[in-house]
């Protein structure tokens, strides 16, 4: 590993304590390399059924959120400013769009970031 | 067969309301139980592990230091150093919902998560912390989030109206999600069991035929463990890219 060369330049007795300490500084380095590797591990898990229902399930409710939000919002316009059926009808449209935004969004985060589930 | 959705019932735990406030009678129910007892092991867990801080940790302490870690970095990885200031916020999230997630997995108890209303408070809370925290900090340079750079002046107002709708739906989909992935797996869970026992009434070819939803039951709760703890995760890191909106807008 890179840190003989750190080895050879401490003092020559090899007590246990400057064997600890070696080691420790070598703990410490690779816990500084460490937040990837750790990321890797638990972050994402293989690719089995339970990533794929959760990805998809992440996707769909996206995609849902957007169109209630859009219901929500024109009915909510309707009952109060009387535009009906306009308000729902525009804001489902809107809110479906944004809805597939969402999905977008969240789908290239998803690529950006490696394979998080 | 037994119904499956049974238990996600609510029931009083004891005869007489603890206290009333106005006219609504105050119960202990089973879901604020699982509710108390996701926080009360937290605490433990971190009071215990910090009680006794040694440099080479012990089981506990492990625990404690690897969820520490594992938190921050997921804070440090999207919301940047400035999202530390959210981490007790996101720390206390990720372990509710993973203690919740997880206690509901054992036998008899409850699944506080598979409640939308459990979900949705929290996540209206992320939303209104959002949301406080990026008028304060920034002022009506927020608004900016709703503004994408380099979209042609005449398609604006319909861009902008579309963002707007879609920070809308956020809190909407973070509840969403949790609670749809609890939900769904409790209910495989039980309906996989079900058939355990029904095939189990037909005799001995029953038996023999009963292996097989027994092994996917098994083979799902393993699943659902790691499901418990994703969601938990998902919970936490999309906290951290709202949290990273209100810190860093107009991108």
Known sequence: MADDAQDAGDPGDRTDEAALSARLRRLDKQLGRNPASQKSETGAPPTSAGSGLARGLRLSSELVAGVVVGVILGWALDHWVGTSPWGLIVFVLLGFVAGVRNVIRAAAMENTSGSRG | MDDPIHQFEITKLHEHP????????????????????????????????????????????????????????????????????FFPFVFSLFMFVLFANVLGLVPYSFAVTSHIVITAALAIMVFVTVLVYGFWKNGLHFLKLFVPSGIPIYILPLIVFIELLSFLSRPISHSVRLFANILAGHITLKVFAGFVTMLGGLGLVGWLGAVLPLGLTVALTALELLVAFLQAYVFAILTCIYINDAIHPGH
């Open chain 2, 18 to 85: 603890l206290f009333k406030i106005g006219a609504q009678e105050i119960y202990l129910t089973n879901s604020a139980l699982f509710m108390f007892l996701a926080v009360g092991l937290t605490m433990l867990l971190m009071l215990g592990a910090t009680s006794r801080r040694s440099l080479v940790p012990g089981p506990f302490q492990s625990i404690a230091e690897i969820s520490y870690e594992f938190v921050a970095n997921t804070i440090r990885s999207t919301a940047g150093e400035e999202g530390m200031k």
